[in-house]
């Protein structure tokens, strides 16, 4: 718990330091008035679990509207933390976001990210095939990075930490029964990290 705060306030000082940034360091960047749309995949779920986490949106200047769905098996237990006698899938996350980048004019280099994810997962025991659904919601932040590769497409890293403001467990994070066994998940109680940073390819079109 307390690295996960500490790197959480890592982040928290690296975008307070892109949002100091001062006008001298931004001076010569020009300014991109056009609107844009966007499209991302997330290339870390793709090919960690072979499921799918879109986003798409608007942006004009440093600013950035998306919006997210994903849909995944839920990886091995070192990343999800579920007990090995369950299956566990992420029906879906819908999610919002708002991201600014650091330098003020554009839509390049480093940017933050504040979101709200609202998530259902799906919990089967495997020894009797009895599932429960699962719902939550989040709120939190990224820090990501916008390096164009060629024309409009462009590469995205980014790692983040979401706080789960309705738990999956409920509030009291209590074992939750399903068949014959109890289902605990130390990382979907209270933050929901990913600290190795992971990757989306993404195609930016000015309108």
């Known amino acids: 718990m307390k690295t996960k705060a500490f790197t959480l306030l890592v982040i928290i000082g690296?975008?307070?330091?892109?949002?100091?940034?001062?006008?001298?360091?931004?001076?010569?960047?020009?300014?991109?008035?056009?609107?844009?749309?966007?499209?991302?995949?997330d290339l870390g779920i793709l090919f960690s679990t072979g499921g799918y986490a879109n986003y798409f949106g608007l942006r004009k200047g440093a600013h950035s509207f998306e919006m997210g769905y994903h849909h995944f098996p839920a990886p091995n237990s070192f990343f999800s933390g579920k007990p090995e006698e369950f299956d566990l899938t992420i029906e879906h996350i819908y999610s919002i976001h708002y991201s600014y980048f650091w330098n003020g004019k554009t839509d390049k280099g480093f940017f933050t990210r504040f979101m709200y994810h609202n998530k259902m997962q799906?919990?089967?025991?495997?020894?009797?095939?009895?599932?429960?659904?699962?719902?939550?919601?989040?709120?939190?932040?990224?820090?990501?990075?916008?390096?164009?590769?060629?024309?409009?497409?462009?590469?995205?890293?980014?790692?983040?930490?979401?706080y789960y403001i309705k738990s999956p467990q409920g509030r009291s994070n209590k074992p939750v029964q399903i068949g014959n066994s109890l289902y605990d998940?130390?990382?979907?109680?209270?933050?929901?990290?990913?600290f190795i940073p992971t990757l989306s390819i993404g195609y930016s079109l000015s309108i």
């Open 14 to 41: 690296f975008a307070a330091q892109g949002f100091g940034q001062n006008a001298d360091s931004i001076k010569n960047v020009p300014t991109n008035s056009n609107w844009k749309i966007f499209s991302e995949v």
């Open 122 to 162: 799906i919990v089967t025991e495997k020894s009797s095939g009895i599932s429960k659904k699962l719902n939550s919601d989040l709120l939190g932040m990224e820090i990501g990075y916008v390096w164009y590769v060629y024309k409009g497409f462009y590469l995205t890293p980014r790692l983040g930490a979401l």
């Open 185 to 194: 998940n130390d990382r979907h109680k209270i933050w929901d990290t990913y």
